[in-house]
C-alpha cells in the first residue's frame, strides 16, 4: 500500500520504504520494505509471525539471523511557531533474541544516512507544505519490552514544515 505523506513521520516510513538513499538499511530489515511500518501497525503476533518465519528460514538461509525484524515510525508530535511546525518523529529499530548487534547496525546505516539532510524540502500533501529538513536529534540506546518480547532502540528526528499561511505566501 503506497503512503500519502502528510508529515515529517509519513515523509520518514516514504523515503525508508523507497529512497535509493535507503536501500541499505532496507536489505537490513528481514522482508524488506514491507516490515517498516507505522508504529500502530505492529502488532505482537504479527512479531511472533516473523521471529518464526525468519528461525524457519535460518536454516537455509543463516544470513537472515542478521536482518532485524521490523523498523516502525511513529509521529510524536508538534509544536507550532506561526506557519513553521516542528514535528518529532520516533523511529524504533525492533528485533528479539540476537542481542544488540542487528539493531546497532541498522542503527549506524540510518544515521549515516542522515548526515546530510537526507530528507530536505519536499512538498508533502497538497495543503501547500513541505518539509524544510529532517534531521536526527537523539537516541534511547538498547531498551527491551517485556510484553512484545522485543528489544529495540528509538531514534528521535526532528523534522521542521513549513505551510503556506491563507493568503499563499
Same mark, same amino acid.
Given at each position: !500500500?503506497?503512503?500519502?505523506v502528510?508529515?515529517?513521520?509519513?515523509? !520518514?516510513?516514504?523515503?525508508?520504504q523507497? #529512497?535509493?538513499?535507503?536501500? #541499505? %538499511?532496507?536489505?537490513?530489515?528481514y522482508?524488506?520494505a514491507? +516490515?517498516? /511500518? &507505522?508504529?500502530?501497525?505492529?502488532?505482537?503476533?504479527?512479531? !511472533?509471525?516473523?521471529?518464526?518465519?525468519?528461525?524457519?528460514?535460518?536454516? #537455509?538461509?543463516?544470513?537472515?539471523?542478521?536482518?532485524?525484524? *521490523?523498523?516502525t515510525?511513529?509521529?510524536?508530535?508538534?509544536? %507550532?511557531?506561526?506557519?513553521?511546525?516542528?514535528?518529532?518523529?520516533?523511529?524504533?529499530?525492533?528485533?528479539?533474541?540476537?542481542g +544488540?548487534?542487528?539493531?546497532?547496525?541498522?542503527?549506524?546505516?540510518?544515521?549515516?544516512?542522515?548526515?546530510?539532510? #537526507?530528507?530536505?524540502?519536499?512538498? %508533502?500533501?497538497?495543503?501547500?507544505?513541505?518539509?524544510?529538513? /529532517?534531521?536526527y536529534?537523539?537516541?534511547t540506546?538498547?531498551?527491551?519490552?517485556?510484553?512484545?518480547?522485543?528489544? *529495540?532502540?528509538?531514534?528521535? *528526528? &526532528?523534522?521542521?514544515? &513549513?505551510?503556506?499561511?491563507?493568503?499563499?505566501?
Open positions: !500500500m503506497a503512503i500519502t502528510l508529515d515529517s513521520a509519513t515523509a !520518514m516510513v516514504n523515503w525508508l523507497t #529512497a535509493t538513499d535507503a536501500t #541499505a %538499511i532496507r536489505a537490513k530489515v522482508g524488506g514491507t +516490515y517498516i /511500518l &507505522e508504529a500502530g501497525d505492529l502488532t505482537s503476533s504479527l512479531l !511472533m509471525t516473523r521471529l518464526a518465519a525468519r528461525q524457519a528460514a535460518a536454516a #537455509a538461509t543463516p544470513t537472515v539471523l542478521n536482518q532485524v525484524l *521490523f523498523i515510525v511513529h509521529d510524536a508530535g508538534e509544536v %507550532i511557531q506561526q506557519d513553521l511546525y516542528c514535528q518529532r518523529v520516533i523511529v524504533r529499530i525492533i528485533d528479539n533474541d540476537r +544488540y548487534r542487528n539493531i546497532e547496525t541498522t542503527r549506524n546505516l540510518i544515521l549515516a544516512s542522515f548526515e546530510d539532510d #537526507a530528507l530536505v524540502l519536499a512538498d %508533502i500533501g497538497t495543503i501547500g507544505q513541505g518539509v524544510v529538513s /529532517l534531521v536529534r537523539s537516541r540506546g538498547y531498551l527491551q519490552n517485556r510484553d512484545y518480547n522485543a528489544q *529495540f532502540e528509538a531514534l528521535s *528526528f &526532528e523534522g521542521l514544515v &513549513e505551510r503556506e499561511n491563507d493568503n499563499g505566501s
